[in-house]
């Protein structure tokens, strides 16, 4: 029984081992880290040209169109999340290490969540300015963003481990995702409609809130159990 | 008790007790719907309200409870699949999903035609409808997971986490009309108390009821039958079943 300092020792050295793995390769594939954010400029700008040219009811929409393109946006790296791990026997090394698989799954969606999910959400802030939304709101939205692709991250990450190793992942993994992402975007979208009308942003949030410590509490387990299954 | 179960539980001794009761729920079943629904859709009294309208009642009541009661039970068979490994349960869950995907397509088409005249509008954007609308994309994942990989027990249980983890979604739909206030009417008779419908309208309702459950059941079994013999095609018991059959296979 490993004491509980070897214990956080090992999961620091884990989280430091993993961190820098995913920076090396993004910073082999920098192209990886940007797609999805110009991706994001894209959906937003065909938003823009399918409306008349400075519509008023763009502002009125923005908030679901910075979610929707956030969430769509996050989906484009899930499908390669465990892929070249699947590929080059890292993840099977990964299920007889010593360090609990759990462990490593979770600190693997943390450091995608960071490299992945935060720029978005920090990228919506200038997309929402240019989309004529109050800048007062704006926190709200990042917030909102920051555990609306957080969740995303968890759920794309389970059904990610679910089809490690399938050609067609890319297709099948929106549709096992965005049908449960659809309260996310209820409460992260609500909360800045409720600032938006002078209501209390704070309930939507909390709500939001709710569902992030819910998934993060069952989803790694769920997705490390789902990663042992490609090699049952 | 426990040794019938267990038994139950091996493919072939389920195949014959499939075998032996799905023609019974099958013809029970599609009677009793013939009675609900000439009952329901000639006999009962119109509505005070909705007038003849409210007769798709038969129809979308008794698919839209069992697209839930079939989530549910897929849901089931899915954790039992991934707790006890079972392979029934994995073939009875991948069974349920194409029936349960079915229902809830009836459930949303009937809902859509019942909207129009009474809401003045096919679809609106209320909690009841768009939950409904998640489970139809829930059932649909289970479905494509369930062939999205070759090794059949590696799909089935990949199958399975989508079907538990979508369960948050049953009790949304259920009591939706309960917490939202929504242009949907409330519970009509599982509800609590006294049922807020007369008997001469209920009854031909429960009819249709039961009579859609036993015709799901029924489709349910046969197509975990038709899954087993696909599965354990190589194994001695599906040879013995063909050897006795030999028309079949001619």
């Known amino acids: 029984m490993p004491s509980r300092d070897a214990a956080g020792g090992v999961a620091m050295k884990a989280l430091r081992g993993i961190f820098s793995r995913e920076i090396a390769l993004l910073r082999m594939q920098i192209l990886d880290a940007v797609l999805p954010l110009a991706f994001y400029l894209l959906v937003v700008l065909m938003f823009a040209f399918g409306t008349r040219a400075n519509d008023p009811t763009l502002a009125g929409l923005a908030v679901s169109i910075l979610w929707v393109g956030a969430l769509l946006s996050a989906l484009l790296p899930l499908p390669r999340l465990f892929a070249s791990e699947f590929e080059d026997g890292t993840l099977e090394q990964w299920c007889l290490a010593g360090t609990p698989l759990v462990l490593i799954v979770a600190l693997k969606l943390f450091a995608h969540w960071c490299l992945n999910g935060l720029p978005l959400a920090v990228m919506a802030l200038p997309l929402a300015v240019m989309l004529g939304l109050e800048s007062a709101g704006l926190g709200y939205l990042a917030l909102g963003l920051m555990m609306g692709t957080a969740i995303l991250t968890l759920l794309g990450g389970l059904s990610a481990s679910l089809l490690v190793g399938i050609p067609r992942a890319g297709s099948v993994l929106p549709l096992l995702v965005l049908p449960l992402m659809v309260p996310v975007v209820i409460f992260g979208s609500g909360a800045v409609r409720a600032w938006q009308v002078g209501g209390d942003p704070a309930a939507p949030l909390y709500f939001l809130g709710s569902i992030f410590a819910l998934a993060v509490t069952a989803l790694p387990w769920a997705c490390a159990s789902a990663l042992r299954n490609a090699y049952d | ?250």
Not at chain 2, 68 to 95: D, F, N, P, S
């Open chain 2, 1 to 250: 008790m426990w040794t019938w179960f267990h038994r139950l539980a091996s493919p072939p001794s389920f195949f014959r007790f499939a075998d032996r009761l799905a023609p019974w729920l099958g013809w029970m079943g599609f009677v009793l719907l013939a009675v609900g629904w000439v009952w329901g859709l000639g006999f009962a009294p119109p509505d005070y309200q909705q007038g003849d309208a409210f007769r798709i009642i038969y129809v979308h009541v008794p698919a839209a409870a069992l697209s839930l009661g079939l989530y549910t039970g897929m849901a089931i068979a899915g954790a039992c699949a991934l707790i006890w490994r079972m392979k029934l349960a994995e073939v009875v869950m991948l069974a349920m999903a194409p029936v349960g995907l079915v229902m809830t397509a009836i459930t949303l088409l009937t809902g859509m035609l019942w909207g129009k005249p009474m809401w003045g509008a096919w679809w609106v954007w209320d909690a009841r409808l768009t939950a409904e609308l998640v489970l139809l994309f829930l059932f649909l994942g289970v479905i494509v997971l369930g062939d999205a990989i070759e090794d059949p027990r590696r799909s089935a249980r990949a199958a399975a986490w989508i079907a538990v983890v979508g369960v948050v979604n049953v009790p949304i739909v259920k009591f939706s009309v309960d917490w939202w206030n929504s242009l949907h009417q409330g519970a009509t008779i599982l509800s609590f108390g006294k049922p807020a419908i007369t008997l001469d309208m209920a009854i031909p309702l429960y009819v249709s009821l039961l009579a859609m459950a036993l015709v799901a059941a029924h489709a349910v079994l046969r197509r975990a039958q038709v899954r087993l013999l696909q599965r354990e095609a190589r194994t001695q018991w599906v040879k013995a079943l063909r050897a006795q059959e030999p028309e079949a296979q001619s």
